[in-house]
């Protein structure tokens, strides 16, 4: 049974950071692509960013130089280290684990707001 436990969300005032984590099993986390999308509402869920299995990244244009994506294969993680948060930040953010299969967490708030 695949499970991607997304936590770290919450709410936080404009220009502070939040470190979102997401712990996986039941896949071989090694070899999957690990990203982080999210869904505004009203908007469509959307990719904010991915790490291969060879920990090459990829940044939505929106986050590039605020947000580091990460992974930790000895504990199955991937981290979201978002800084200088801004109110168009907020959002349900979702954990993705993708190799063939493609797979979801349940989803994490996040809130940007004074």
């Known amino acids: 049974q695949v499970q991607l436990v997304e936590s770290g969300g919450g709410l936080v005032q404009p220009g502070g950071s939040l470190r979102l984590s997401c712990a996986a099993s039941?896949?071989?986390?090694?070899?999957?692509?690990m990203g982080w999308y999210r869904q505004a509402p009203g908007k469509q869920r959307e990719s904010v960013a991915l790490?291969?299995?060879?920990?090459?990244?990829m940044y939505v244009d929106s986050v590039k130089g605020r947000f580091t994506i990460s992974r930790d294969n000895a504990k199955n993680t991937v981290y979201l280290q978002m800084n200088s948060l801004k109110p168009e930040d907020t959002a349900v953010y979702y954990c993705n684990a993708r190799f063939g299969n493609n797979y979801w967490g349940q989803g994490t708030q996040v809130t940007v707001s004074s």
């Open positions: 790490i291969t299995s060879g920990s090459s990244t």
């Open positions: 039941g896949i071989n986390f090694s070899t999957y692509t």
